[in-house]
């Protein structure tokens, strides 16, 4: 009996061009090139990317399960607003499971992560210095050093998330990244929470290289909690 391929090639193509066009949609939600509230037209954007609004109507149902976007009834979709308590909770509890989890999954075998894990935490530190530095000048902070800041910080977590050999904890984390990475974007209200997220980032590591399980699991624990309360803080100072 000859198996039947359940795609064909035009299916592949098109599923391409709607990551590619996902993609796009993300990076600029992730940028803030749009205010929260606004509009976005399936149309408008398909023009602006010069494809059909097929892959972009596609797209939007993929980000509207990030909670980046929402849509309303015989209107549309739209940037979602700012994070409200409920959902800072929520979001909040479910990193400390995964995060917790993982590094307890992790930490019994640092040996074999702590190399990679001491590349990441060196990249945060540099990513970090260069951001704090160039918010210390005063003035607009570029772009680009506060998204390879953003990227270093992911990269940092997601080394034990890729160590911990388990498919559905990664998969769960991803689902999470670009709420996360939104979050971190909110957070970030001045040098002082580059300088504790990079402290806290130390003590992982520092555990992570010392082979101490509970410590690092602790220090995990402790960093989740640190962002937590500084994204409730300013939440209720905006």
Known sequence: MTAQLPLRIGDLERRGLRDRVYDLILEMLLEGDVEPGSRLSIDTLAKQLDVSPTPVREAMVQLERTGLVTREALKGYR?????????????????LMLEVEAT???????AEVVDDLREAHRRHTETA????EAMEHGGDVPVRTTHEYFDADSAFHRVIFEASGNRYLLAMQEDLGAMTHRLRQAVLRGTSDVREARMEHSRVLDAFERGDTEAAVAAMRAHIEGVRTRSVRDEQAS
């Not at 210095?129 to 704090?132: E, I, K």
């Open 129 to 132: 210095d260069r951001l704090v």
């Open 104 to 110: 307890r999954l992790v930490a019994p075998r640092a």
């Open 79 to 95: 940037v979602a607003p700012p994070l409200g308590p409920d959902q800072l909770s929520e979001l909040f509890d479910a990193r």
